[in-house]
């Protein structure tokens, strides 16, 4: 089901902080203890901030990582900030997994917070509206799908972060511009020329980099497939 309720918690906070800010999306939460969280937050904004100058006006939040993911030429920058918080209660990931619930995904925008859950049963559904409404004093069904699979649960882009933490610079950035001009796009919206103009490089350097960062990405996946495959030999 897809919800909207009220916004709260420690991402409420940082929205009415982080300058230009446009969403806070969950990538990724677990609880630690005596209602302390580790977020892993996908923050969106206009344009440039200083995590850490924002972060330190918050005393129920650290800082333990940023990073800008974005490239510099969007319009919209993005960045991801690993934070320890203390989220007071009722916190509305604690809700929807003490409901037994699947967060599919959760994110923060104009005050309001915006989630998809996967439920087992119809009543697991409603008994989650319940509380939510009654936790957060406002809830609003979006849409419900009845669906085979559990969908995707926060976490679950754990393959972005491997590639991005191994690929080089110089790859990462290759493979962002050739995504966003739509050269994997079928039919293709954007040509190597395209690419190395934007890029300001040559297209024999451009063909280099591009295939060096493709051969990369499928170095790590099917290594990754065929040791599922294979077992692994030395019984780890």
Not at 72 to 78: F, G, L, N, Q
Request: aromatic fraction near 8%.
């Amino acid at each position: 089901m897809e919800f909207q309720t009220t916004a709260s918690g420690v991402v409420s906070d940082l929205m009415t902080r982080i300058p230009d800010v446009r969403r806070i999306e969950f990538e990724n939460a677990f609880y630690a203890d005596e209602g302390n969280w580790i977020e892993s937050l996908l923050v969106t904004t206009g344009g440039p901030f200083d995590p850490e100058s924002v972060l330190a006006q918050l005393s129920r939040v650290d800082l333990f990582h940023h990073e800008e993911v974005s490239d510099e030429s969007a319009d919209r920058r993005t960045y991801r900030l690993t934070v320890v918080a203390h989220e007071p209660y009722p916190f509305l990931l604690g809700v929807i997994l003490r409901g037994q619930a699947i967060p599919n995904r959760l994110e923060v925008h104009d005050g309001h917070s915006n989630g998809v859950v996967t439920v087992k049963e119809w009543e697991s559904f409603r008994t989650l509206a319940d509380r939510i409404q009654e936790q957060f004093g406002r809830f609003e069904l979006l849409s419900v799908n009845q669906v085979e699979t559990t969908g995707e649960a926060l976490g679950s882009g754990q393959l972005g972060r491997v590639l991005r933490n191994e690929l080089s610079q110089d790859q990462l950035t290759v493979l962002r511009i050739a995504h966003r001009l739509g050269y994997f796009d079928v039919p293709r919206r954007a040509s190597a020329d395209d690419i190395a103009t934007e890029l300001d490089i040559a297209q024999s350097t451009l063909s280099e980099r591009l295939r060096l960062a493709e051969k990369h990405v499928f170095d790590l996946i099917f290594s990754v497939s065929e040791k599922a495959t294979t077992g692994d030999t030395d019984g780890s």
